[in-house]
Structures are given as structure tokens and as C-alpha cells.
């Protein structure tokens, strides 16, 4: 197994590629498939759950949208917070702010349908971790699907053919160039200044360009920025403070764990979550409002002078978050799930596996929090 810099969505602990592919069971809505990326500790979150927020987003902003400059569409889409840093999240960015810049540009008669289908022909190419695997960023069939939709491109066809597939060389040229390592953001940026130049050579289609671009997330790059050598550099390679202390986390991977809620419709939905919890291990389970959830910072000053497990995991300072910065988020849910248990990996566990059902009962911003026992072995 090849150690890949990245770290899991569940626990924090690097991923690996596998040399070949095994079977693998999502653990949020236990689909088993073939995945060449898994975590030491066994989560596996499968595409289709690992993309779900981000495409609803990708896809709200697409349709929507009126502007006319696929740049300034896909800085939008790429300034979701809860978009991955790297991902094929992006070939979608780039077909969908390409064809709704062309859509609002109005020469094409383009609707909503058009935009769906460049995404259903990107979804069969375009695969979380495959451009390691086979050397085709997911961007390039992604633009080929604008192209073939604009043009009517499909096998058996003359210039439409070459049209598309000229669009998809300079692509993959313009991505090409800005390996070593990769970098999703930069690669929707070129592809999209490499697209624009074939929409309007070919095919007439005239849009603004956006001008120059400066990138914001080299500090989040987990392989490491290209700084100089990329042309997007900003020229700061500081990690920028996100609620955390700022030097003290580089690095810092967070794993939490009790469910939050966002709204929620009714007892019933919650009546089921709380039934869910006890069958899954804990042994109490209550809803609670989160502005009765007090944090403090003591408890971090306690952990830094005298604990021995600081710095030692996600669970302790300085990787644990920040008291200033779990305070904002708890004011973005309205109710949670509290729940108790053995002291150890079980309960975390059970709120892990909580939260992906709530997310696949409709509760998109669903998340697990651990607060840990300062008592002894099997306290509570």
C-alpha cells in the first residue's frame, strides 16, 4: 500500500492506495463497491455519499446562476466551505460553470436539461482518485461533454468529433503543465482559460474571461503548494486562522463526535435518531437545544498545562478546535442528540455512525462531536 496525503472524513488517519482494488462497504449507507482508497482504521465513504452536498451545490449554483463568465461561476462553486480540497468535485465545477456561463450567454438556446446531462456524461468518467490511477484528470472529459453537447459530437461524427476532442487535448495539455503535484483549483482555472480559447475559435462563442486569478488555497494543499512554480500563487504560503491557533495547527487533523442537528421537521425524525442511538450502543439518548451546550476555554488551558495526552491526537489541543470556533458552529444547529456510553472508541463509534443516518434521513448538516471522560476506565 502506497500512503496517499490525504486523511479520512471519520477518523483523521491517513489514507492509503491500494495497489489494486478491493471491495469495500460505505459506512454511511453500506453500498459495497471497488475503491482503491481506504482508511487503516476500515471507514470507506463511497462517491455517491462523499459527493452528495458538494453536487447539490455545484448544481444549485449552475442552474441558477446569471452569469456569463464561467470564472467568476466557478470561484462561487469552489468557495463552498464544505467543498474537499482536492477532488473530482471539480470536474463537475468546470462543466457546470462552463455551460452556465454559455447558457446565460444565450446564442446556444441552452436550458437546465443541458447542463444535467454534461453532468450525468461527466459522472461516468470522472472518479474520486482515478487521475493517480489512470493520468486523466476528470476536468478534461468533463469539457469533451460540454463540447460534445454544444457541437452533437458522438461516435460516427466528422467535425463535431474533432472539435470536442481538440477541446479535450489542450485541456489536458494546459493540466499537464501544472503537475507536480496536482492541484484541482489551478486545473479548473487553466482548463477553463484552455476552454474559452476553443469556444471561440471554433465555435464562435465569445465570454469574459474573469482576468487574473489569485489563489487563496495553497495552505490547505495536502500535498503541498506549488507556490512559485503555479501562476495562481499569491505569493502567502501562511495558514490562514480559521478559528484555531494558528501556528500550533498546521498539520492538525480533527476527529469528533454527539450528532447536531440543523432544523429539525418534527418529534418524529428525532424519535427514530434517539431509538437509532440506543441500538447502536449508547446507553442514553436525549435531544437537547444547543444553546443549553456551554463552551469554555478552561478546559483547553487544562489540556496544555498538565495533560499528557496533549498533542498527542485529534481528540486534544492543539488539534482539537479552538473553544471561539466551537462556539460558532454550535450557533449554526438548533437541537442535538446527547448520548453516553463506555468510555473508549464505542461511543465515538455510535455517533459516527448516527450522523450518517441522519445525513441519509435528510439532516445534510448532521455532525458527530466527542466529548471525552476525565474519570477513570469505564466511566461514563
Known sequence: MTPKSEH????GKMLSYLEKSEPLKCIYCGRTEEGHIACPEGHY????CHNQDAMRMIEDVAFTTRSKDPIEIAELMMSFPGLPMLGCHHAYIAGGALMAAIKNEGSRGLTNDDIKEVFKRTKRQAHGGYCGLTGVCGIAPATGAVFAVLTGSRCGKDEEQRVTM???TRVSRAITELTGP???KAYVWTSLDAALVCLRETLSIDLPSGGKRRCSYGPRHPH???TERCPYFNGDITFKDSGNESEDNKGCQYNYSAVLQKDIP???GMEYLLNQAIELGAEKARVINTDTIVVEEWVRWKCRYGCPLYEKDGFHPP?????ESTKKVVKE?????LMNGPKGKALTEVAVKLEGIAYHRGYYKAFALTALSSGPPGST
Do not use: F, L, Q, T
Not at 479520512?8 to 477518523?11: E, I, W
Open 8 to 11: 479520512c472524513m471519520v477518523c
Open 45 to 48: 465513504i463511497c462517491d455517491h
Open 166 to 168: 481538440e477541446a479535450v
Open 182 to 184: 496536482g492541484c484541482c
Open 224 to 226: 503541498g503548494c506549488r
Open 266 to 268: 418534527g418529534e418524529e
Open 319 to 323: 488539534c482539537a478546535p479552538a473553544a
Open 333 to 337: 444547529y438548533s437541537k442535538a442528540i
